[in-house]
RNA sequence: GUGGUUGUAGCUCAGUUGGUUAGAGCACUGGAUUGUGGUUCCAGGGGUCGGGGGUUCAAAUCCCCUCAUCCACCCCA
């Protein structure tokens, strides 16, 4: 048992019909991302972790995977360090690289490195895996696949209406019922200002997030504990309880709320003017308004997105938001950005867990031949040029073993047509196509078969 | 990082208060059926019971350690 071969915790091997269906899911994102003028890149695996740390707040770092140095690593150490078995002191001696931890930071690499060959706003999707050393449950894994969309160089928040209209048709047509919410870093912001902890943004609404799951009280505790006064938890009372209702009250609320601190005011202008600008599109799923995301990514300033399943009990399958100064740490200032990103394993998920990946994402071979000998097979080839011209996936057995097993195969493989070429077919003319569903055999040219699959 | 769950055949799992040679279904191989799969019947191959240690006349079963796994928290896609 131990000689077991295994893989990795928190990774997957994807079985053939596993990848059909996966790449249902590529495709339909890919297909909208075209649509709306995104073209698209690649970058490596890993990058230079001086790249990638300090990108995701605390926990982020935490969870990057480290490559070790080639070579020789540890001469670049000294002894003394070695002796304090502080990992954290000599990672950065004997790892200089990392795998990637999400595809936005290497995309604002990108950006400042390709800067002459852009022209700006750069629209670009991405579809590659990342790497996170979280630990696994569900819908949680170590090695996953993100679909990115991106504009960078355009304050304009036309492209926020975009990302949502792209989220919105990516969900409808892979028919899951989505709630998009949203929100600002600057309202967020807008409301620390406010009661007085400018500073404190990330535990206040990292805290406030929660409210849903363990209630007000243990929100306010949670505040405590982090070194929030009293004061200002009475303050961001009425937030706690706006769950529920309209846009409308929330913004209202808001107004009174943030009034007089300007950044609060400018988010809610951006969060106004998006949602305005929506009611020009019919949308099939829901946009909210939701105080209470945070989003813990640290590069986020502006609008923050988050989508989840209303049918599944799943952690976000999609998100992002508009990033000011990602590029700005590489040298570029001045250059706003706003992507989306879905996951797509957790929709995998989703669909598998609703069982409602269509039938025709996972067709494969429409005609299988089996092989009868030498000289059946020279007929057989002809026959199987002659499907495969008229766009017709075939395959012919590869050796002449016995007809059990050849059934078999076919029959395992989901193939709906088998053609016998045999002698008898051969002299006569006409094939035999087998319906493998139906179980009916029936005489056939060749013409007739193709007319009647293609 | 914290808390819990489960480790028995390729897969999914039975296995009684510790007691002969550890079972089933599915999958696989062969046959009934040498030109017909999916249904049926017959036969067969497959296991250091996650690993190590302990208690015992005797351990898959009890105890300790360890590894793996899944789930929840945290965080997120």
Redesign the pocket.
């Known amino acids: 048992?131990?000689q077991k071969p295994s893989i990795p915790?928190g990774t997957r091997d994807f079985s053939p019909q596993e990848m059909a269906k996966r790449n249902y899911i590529f495709d339909t994102i890919k297909q909208v991302y075209q649509l709306f003028g995104f073209s698209q890149i690649e970058t490596p695996a890993m990058e230079n972790l001086s790249t990638l740390m300090g990108k995701y707040?605390e926990?982020g770092d935490k969870l990057l995977f480290k490559i070790l140095n080639s070579g020789d690593f540890l001469k670049k150490t000294n002894r003394d360090e070695l002796a304090q078995v502080e990992s954290s002191k000599i990672s950065t001696k004997i790892s200089e690289k990392g795998l990637r931890y999400?595809l936005t930071v290497p995309f604002a690499r990108y950006v400042v490195q390709h800067r002459n060959d852009i022209q700006f706003p750069f629209k670009r999707y991405q579809i590659q895996s990342v790497w996170?050393a979280?630990?696994?449950?569900?819908?949680?894994?170590r090695e996953?696949f993100?679909c990115d969309a991106d504009v960078i160089g355009s304050n304009s928040l036309m492209n926020e209406v975009e990302l949502l209209q792209i989220i919105d048709r990516v969900f409808t047509a892979l028919n899951i019922k989505v709630t998009i919410k949203i929100n600002n870093r600057k309202i967020l912001a807008g409301i620390a200002d406010s009661i007085g902890h400018p500073e404190r943004l990330i535990d206040i609404t990292?805290a406030m997030d929660?409210i849903d799951?363990?209630g007000p009280e243990a929100v306010y505790t949670e505040m405590r504990a982090k070194g929030i006064s009293d004061d200002a938890i009475n303050m961001l009372e009425p937030f706690m309880n706006l769950q529920g209702n309209s846009t409308n009250q929330k913004l209202n609320c808001l107004r009174e709320f943030v009034g007089d601190s300007a950044i609060g005011n400018q988010g809610m202008l951006e969060v106004e003017e998006i949602l305005e600008r929506l009611k020009t599109f019919k949308l099939n799923n829901e946009v909210e308004l939701d105080l209470t995301l945070?989003?813990?990514?640290s590069y986020y300033t502006g609008a923050i997105i988050?989508v989840v399943a209303n049918d599944v009990k799943m952690?976000?399958?999609?998100?992002g938001g508009r990033y000011d100064d990602l590029t700005g740490i590489f040298g570029l200032k001045d250059v706003s950005g706003v992507g989306i990103?879905?996951?797509a394993?957790?929709i995998y998920d989703v669909l598998n867990e609703l069982d409602i990946f269509p039938k025709s994402s996972i067709k494969g071979t429409q005609v299988f031949i089996p092989n009868?000998g030498k000289e059946e097979e020279k007929e057989a080839l002809k026959i199987l040029e002659e499907l495969r011209n008229n766009g017709i996936a075939a395959e012919l057995f590869p050796s002449n073993a016995k007809?059990?097993?050849q059934?078999?195969y076919a029959?395992?493989n989901n193939i709906p047509f088998v053609i016998?070429a045999?002698?008898?077919?051969i002299e006569s003319g006409l094939l035999?196509l087998?319906n493998?569903?139906?179980?009916e055999?029936a005489s056939k040219s060749l013409n007739e078969i193709i007319e009647m699959i293609a």
């Open positions: 048992m131990a915790k707040g926990e999400d996170r979280d630990r696994p449950q569900k819908g949680r894994y996953f993100q990292v929660k799951k363990i945070a989003r813990g990514l988050e952690g976000s399958i999609c998100g990103s879905f996951g394993d957790r009868f007809m059990k097993k059934m078999t029959n395992h016998m045999g002698s008898t077919e035999t087998k493998m569903e139906t179980g055999q």
